[in-house]
């Protein structure tokens, strides 16, 4: 197994002289995937000589996650193996700054370089430039740098530069040769531009085109192959900008493409990888970086590099956009946050839109096959927004009080809080419940309900969990009549106290201690013990139906569960007692099991006669729970007010 490392090279440009270090003006080149074990100093250093035009003095490396004037190190043959172990161990791009020679005057330099290639143009014209001939040259250039070696340091500056220039510049030209010739080193390449000083053309392509020759005028003269990207960014021109309007099936990545934020360049991909059917990954990513390839195997030559310019703001440096893989429409990029950005305003306008839905409306318009999971958590990302949209919610609860009591007078709202860490005085407060009876219901049910109350608790399937007590009354016909409800954090005793001491404020003054009221519950936690406190008086039944489910774990007879129901709606006593008769001889057990259960609360020939109510069950509060299912699903004040319009009290 081979390790590969990758080298960002910064040349043309040159250290600042004071302040904070860093690297002002030239380009950028991308080394990509090279095979660490085949790397040695002199292959490094032809490579690096390659990328630029201009002589070389020094190069230096910079230790990852550390800031220039502090990991800026020398490379060096000594150093080299260093940077490669740093490079393995932290998995990070190696970035590699090239110090080149300080000529007197650029303009001159300029000159003596033009007229340096223009000499050896003339020279290539004249010879044939057979492979002797060259070995000769090689051979004549390592004097030359045998000679300049020697060079004392007082020897004429003009001289030494002179000459260095044109050392310089023959190696170019031989590293160019070699390059052509020698794909051992084969990686993906592309040049950016650092500053609006800088100028560059961009085709990216295969290791031996990445150089175009430039006019006068600054235009760029290049070919490439069919297969690789076609965006080329000629010399002083803007770069192109990602505009998020784009169509998400017509964003395809640009060489030079700026973004304004990392977020935005990470979706556009994923858009590309999702309409052209690619299997794109992101095989690195950090906060100012993001590598991205094609395939798990590496086979695919598609890449796509960039790194933060000046804040935010993204920028393709390297780009090969051919693919050499075979389409796949099943993408892992497609999360949950795509999906919840791709279908934000539709499930914004349309709150009741079902998973299923959701899963065939990505695979017709996408063609990407996504699990109702993914759809679930999408919905919930977008509907809460997960915790800065929860905390605004929270936030309003104060004023949604305030404003259920101005629009509707005598109408009781308790919010209570209490501290996020206990005992410590600078502890912020959170929510821990809220309780709603509007004075609306409250005369309602006090002027023409029966005095039967249907009470239970659901789960809200919220980011922040929680609990939804209500209290349930019934009408002269027969139908649902909401008394109250509440939002705690958890259902117990304590919660279920507070619920109905404030109940029992609102609505029970008539009723000395519950006395001729009638509670349904499902047998919920702590509601026992608190009713039996707050309501010393009242009858309490448990739902036959929820007796009978327990029952039936135990009990799965057709014969027995017939007799079950019998004798819950057995009208008389006489009734009860020759029914439970017959499920003693059936079976003991059973018949122990369901004497256990009090059957005073689940009986209706036991009922008291005041209530004028003989149901069994307490199917008033589940229908109400059903109701709200899908208000369950959504923040606290869309939730409570979803519970509000539904009775009818605006």
């Not at 304004?260 to 299997?279: D, K, P, T, W």
């Not at 929860?390 to 919010?415: F, M």
């Not at 919220?462 to 259902?491: K, Q």
């Amino acid at each position: 197994m081979y390790d590969f490392v990758d080298f960002e090279v910064y040349f043309g440009g040159a250290f600042n002289d004071s302040g904070e270090k860093c690297y002002k003006g030239g380009d950028v080149t991308l080394f990509q995937s090279l095979n660490a074990g085949a790397l040695n100093f002199s292959k490094v250093k032809e490579m690096l000589v390659g990328c630029c035009n201009r002589p070389v003095s020094k190069f230096y490396f910079h230790v990852p996650n550390t800031s220039l004037d502090e990991g800026l190190r020398l490379l060096c043959p000594e150093t080299f193996p260093v940077m490669i172990e740093m490079a393995l161990e932290s998995k990070e791009v190696m970035e590699i700054y090239i110090q080149h020679v300080e000529l007197e005057s650029e303009s001159e330099s300029d000159s003596e370089f033009d007229a340096y290639v223009a000499s050896l143009d003339n020279n290539s014209e004249e010879g044939d430039g057979d492979d002797d001939n060259n070995d000769d040259d090689d051979d004549d250039d390592d004097d030359d740098a045998a000679s300049l070696d020697h060079m004392s340091e007082d020897d004429d500056d003009e001289e030494l530069i002179s000459a260095r220039v044109r050392l310089q510049e023959e190696e170019i030209k031989k590293t160019e040769k070699m390059r052509v010739q020698n794909d051992d080193l084969s990686c993906s390449k592309g040049k950016k531009k650092l500053t609006d000083c800088g100028n560059i053309s961009g085709d990216i392509g295969d290791y031996a085109s990445e150089y175009a020759e430039s006019d006068e005028d600054g235009g760029s003269v290049s070919e490439s192959d069919d297969n690789q990207s076609s965006s080329n960014i000629s010399k002083r021109g803007n770069w192109p900008v990602f505009d998020p309007n784009t169509p998400w099936d017509k964003q395809v990545p640009e060489n030079g493409m700026r973004f304004a934020s990392q977020e935005q360049l990470r979706h556009m991909v994923i858009n590309y990888s999702v309409s052209n059917g690619r299997s794109i990954r992101f095989a690195r990513s950090a906060r100012n970086k993001v590598l991205a390839v094609c395939g798990r195997d590496g086979s695919c030559p598609w890449r796509l590099y960039a790194t933060s310019m000046q804040g935010e703001d993204m920028q393709i440096k390297s780009l090969n956009s051919s693919h050499s893989c075979v389409k796949r429409f099943k993408s892992s990029l497609v999360n949950t946050r795509w999906i919840a950005k791709e279908y934000e305003t539709v499930i914004r306008a349309n709150t009741n839109w079902k998973l299923k839905d959701i899963q065939k409306a990505i695979l017709d318009r996408h063609h990407v096959p996504v699990s109702l999971s993914q759809c679930y958590r999408a919905k919930q990302y977008v509907e809460h927004d997960r915790d800065g949209h929860l905390i605004n919610h929270y936030k309003k609860l104060w004023d949604y009080a305030s404003e259920l009591k101005r629009s509707n007078p005598g109408s009781t709202v308790e919010l209570v809080t209490k501290q996020m860490n206990p005992g410590s005085p600078s502890s912020p407060e959170i929510f821990e419940k809220m309780y709603i009876c509007l004075n609306a219901l409250k005369m309602g049910w006090t002027a023409g309900c029966r005095p039967v109350i249907g009470l239970d608790g659901c789960f809200l399937k919220t980011y922040c969990r929680g609990e939804l007590l209500s209290a349930i009354g019934r009408d002269g016909n027969n139908n649902m009549f909401p008394i109250a409800w509440a939002v705690v954090d958890v259902e117990t005793t304590e919660s279920w106290h507070w619920f109905l001491t404030n109940l029992i404020n609102d609505i029970g003054q008539a009723f000395g201690g519950g006395l001729g009221l009638t509670f349904i519950s499902d047998q919920q936690k702590g509601l026992m013990a608190a009713l039996s406190d707050v309501f010393p008086f009242a009858e309490h039944r448990n739902c036959a139906r929820h007796i009978y489910a327990n029952f039936r774990k135990k009990y799965k007879s057709v014969l027995l569960r017939n007799l079950y129901w019998r004798a819950a709606k057995s009208s008389t006593d006489a009734d009860f007692l020759t029914v439970m008769d017959e499920i003693k001889e059936v079976n003991v057990g059973a018949y122990t099991y369901l004497n256990d259960q009090k059957p005073g609360t689940w009986s209706r020939a036991l009922f008291q006669p005041d209530s004028c109510c003989d149901n069994v069950e307490n199917n008033l509060s589940e229908t109400f729970n059903a109701f709200i299912m899908e208000a369950r699903k959504k923040p606290i004040i869309p939730m409570l007010e979803e519970c509000r319009t539904w009775t009818g009290v605006y």
